[in-house]
Nanobody, 128 residues
Framework: EVQLVESGGGSVQAGGSLRLSCAAS????????IGWFRQAPGKGREGVSC????????NYADSVKGRFTISRDNAKNTVHLQMNNLKPEDTGVYFC?????????????????????WGKGALVTVSS
């Protein structure tokens, strides 16, 4: 069974940092495109970051570019999202997601369309 479990959420003051982790089981994460999405209170789901399983390319939403970094730890079958210089508008539920290869869609596609498998989410609260 494909399963994704997020951890590392919590509360932090603006300017602080958090590191989200997503543990994958039931599949080898290296064979998948992975991503992070978030949903702010009262708003729709937003694509935050994507790491291609095909060519290793990455995408970031303009709102987080330069502050967030997506990475893989293939030995632990885990994906991370390092979030620095957090802002109150970063508050929301963060979801880890993954899609298998093929098809070899770009990260741009997945950020727009979503992915096949999803974690249950981790709450991140950034106070001013």
């Amino acid at each position: 069974e494909v399963q994704l479990v997020e951890s590392g959420g919590g509360s932090v003051q603006a300017g602080g940092s958090l590191r989200l982790s997503c543990a994958a089981s039931g599949f080898t994460l290296d064979d998948y495109t992975i991503g992070w999405f978030r949903q702010a209170p009262g708003k729709g789901r937003e694509g935050v970051s994507c790491h291609s399983g095909y060519d290793g390319s990455t995408n970031y939403a303009d709102s987080v570019k330069g502050r967030f970094t997506i990475s893989r730890d293939n030995a632990k079958n885990t994906v991370h999202l390092q979030m620095n210089n957090l802002k109150p508008e970063d508050t929301g539920v963060y979801f880890c997601a993954a899609s298998p290869l093929p098809p070899r869609y770009s990260c741009n596609y997945y950020i727009r369309a979503g992915m096949d498998y999803w974690g249950k989410g981790a709450l991140v609260t950034v106070s001013s």
